[in-house]
């Protein structure tokens, strides 16, 4: 639990902390691949890796199936990207109805998100991921209590990493973007809170669209969730390590 003096970063009070989801407080991989390759299936294409799949994450279903398409040296057209992204829908929403998915949140981030909330901060998720599943996977895990707003990919008019669904959620919680925290897992995370304004932490363990994640030009890094709260208390700035 944070302090009664609140939290702060870098001597600046915050109001709000906005997550990533896939890869920062959950691991989806698994989903992600199984409902991806059932999809690439249907068009004549090979099973990926999972391994191969985790760095196609991060910008959502549409560059996923091109990504996929990419790696097969497959070309398909946009009508047929468009099919195959619906397609993708279905199997991922067909994972959750028949609690055949296997998403869970990192360690420490149901107690992480219960410590912020309860300290008085705003807390948003901010993913890619189409609203309905991540909404459902925050209250299939018990997480949904401690978020009080959740921007998917088909919120706002345009993705990370564009600024607009990170000021959306800004604006949602009542927060000014200089008094919010961005925490993701990606340099797709990390060019949205730059543009927006905002300070950003990374984890280490996350997907990052297979790049090692010593490459973000992020704030902090973190290789647990455990350790944000003590960033968030520290008097001195907070150094990148």
């Known amino acids: 639990m944070l302090k009664a003096a609140g939290a702060h970063w870098r001597g600046a009070p915050l109001a709000a902390v906005l997550f990533d989801l896939d890869g920062t407080l959950l691991d989806t991989l698994a989903d992600i691949a199984l409902a991806l390759n059932r999809a690439l299936l249907e068009y004549g294409c090979e099973s990926l890796a999972q391994k191969d799949v985790r760095g196609m994450i991060g910008r959502g279903a549409p560059i996923l199936i091109e990504r996929a398409a990419a790696a097969h040296g497959r070309a398909f057209d946009a009508a047929t990207q468009a099919a195959m992204v619906q397609r993708f829908f279905h199997y991922y929403g067909e994972l959750e109805e028949s609690h055949e998915d296997s998403a869970r949140p990192y360690a420490g981030a149901a107690e992480l998100l219960r410590s912020l909330h309860d300290s008085g901060l705003g807390i948003a998720v901010v993913t890619n991921k189409q609203h309905r599943f991540a909404s459902a996977l925050l209250t299939r895990l018990g997480l949904c209590g401690w978020v009080d707003v959740v921007v998917g990919g088909d919120t706002c008019?345009?993705?990370?990493?564009?600024?607009?669904?990170?000021?959306?959620?800004?604006?949602?919680?009542?927060a000014l973007p200089f008094n919010s925290l961005m925490v993701g897992d990606s340099v797709n995370d990390v060019h949205a809170a730059r543009a927006a304004g905002i300070p950003v932490v990374c984890v280490s363990y996350g997907?990052?669209?297979?790049?090692?994640?010593?490459?973000?030009?992020?704030?902090?890094?973190?290789?647990?969730?455990?350790?944000?709260?003590a960033l968030l208390e520290a008097e001195r700035p907070a150094e990148k390590r």
Not at 157 to 174: G, M, N, T, V, W
Not at 215 to 221: F, G, I, N, Q
């Open 157 to 174: 008019a345009r993705r990370k990493p564009d600024p607009q669904p990170l000021l959306f959620a800004c604006e949602s919680l009542h």
């Open 207 to 229: 997907y990052n669209e297979g790049r090692d994640a010593r490459t973000l030009e992020c704030d902090a890094l973190i290789d647990s969730l455990a350790e944000l709260p």
